[in-house]
């Protein structure tokens, strides 16, 4: 199945009329099924926002969607570029959802502290190092310690993001199904073919959410356990 995504580049480009609707149709059923799981997950953290604005990013060219605080508030953006690319109302849901993820993983909450972490460890040692150089009269780096501490928060900050994308993924499934939406037609979108890095040198959709088979693997999984579940509970 993965193979099969990868291969499908015969794709049309959806109006921005089209696209929109498509969007704010998508959301109505996405938001309250994400709000409501956000509150269970999150129920021992009090005060936690679970009330997320979707928007669409009118300004970014490139096809990407993200989530962010604005103001201390939780929203989800998804560009016009993307929206437009997307063929089903499966791919814009679960795009979506698993925005929401990252949310209810506090995924940006725990990068800032793996980042922090890792620049002061490297920073540490760093630190060490010059000591024992001066100690010993010979050369030390003086602007070392910023230098390596910087490297050692990008080092942190990246030393979970496959964990958080699966993370993402797993929550982004359940709630794209408890939606009604299909979410392995729709994660068939994080598959395809493209490049890491934008013409102008930025990361893409695809380079934040690198395409392997895994990820879809995973969401294969979770929606086999829903669709087991349900089976289940109708039987009774």
Not at 122 to 147: C, E, F, K, V
Not at 160 to 169: A, W
Request: with cysteine.
């Amino acid at each position: 199945m993965f193979q099969q995504a990868k291969n499908d580049t015969n794709r049309s480009q959806a109006s921005k009329n089209v696209a929109e609707g498509r969007f704010r149709r998508v959301a109505a059923r996405v938001a309250p099924v994400a709000e409501k799981l956000c509150a269970q997950e999150t129920a021992e953290r009090q005060g936690f926002d679970c009330k997320v604005s979707i928007q669409i990013d009118r300004e970014m060219k490139e096809r990407n969607a993200y989530f962010t605080y604005v103001k201390e508030k939780p929203v989800i953006r998804l560009s016009m570029p993307i929206l437009q690319d997307a063929e089903s109302d499966h791919e814009v849901a679960f795009i979506m959802s698993h925005e929401y993820g990252h949310l209810i993983g506090r995924h940006i909450e725990k990068q800032k502290q793996q980042a922090l972490v890792g620049a002061i460890i490297l920073g540490a040692i760093t630190a060490y190092a010059n000591s024992q150089s001066a100690a010993a009269g010979q050369y030390y780096d003086p602007n070392a310690i910023d230098r390596n501490m910087q490297i050692g928060a990008a080092a942190g900050s990246m030393a979970y993001s496959q964990s958080y994308e699966l993370e993402s993924d797993t929550l982004g499934t359940r709630i794209a199904a408890a939606a009604g939406y299909d979410p392995v037609k729709g994660a068939k979108f994080f598959a395809r073919p493209e490049k890491a890095r934008t013409e102008a040198g930025k990361l893409s959709f695809w380079g934040t959410h690198p395409p392997d088979e895994k990820r879809l693997a995973t969401v294969i999984a979770v929606d086999d356990q829903i669709r087991q579940r349900q089976a289940l509970e109708r039987r009774k």
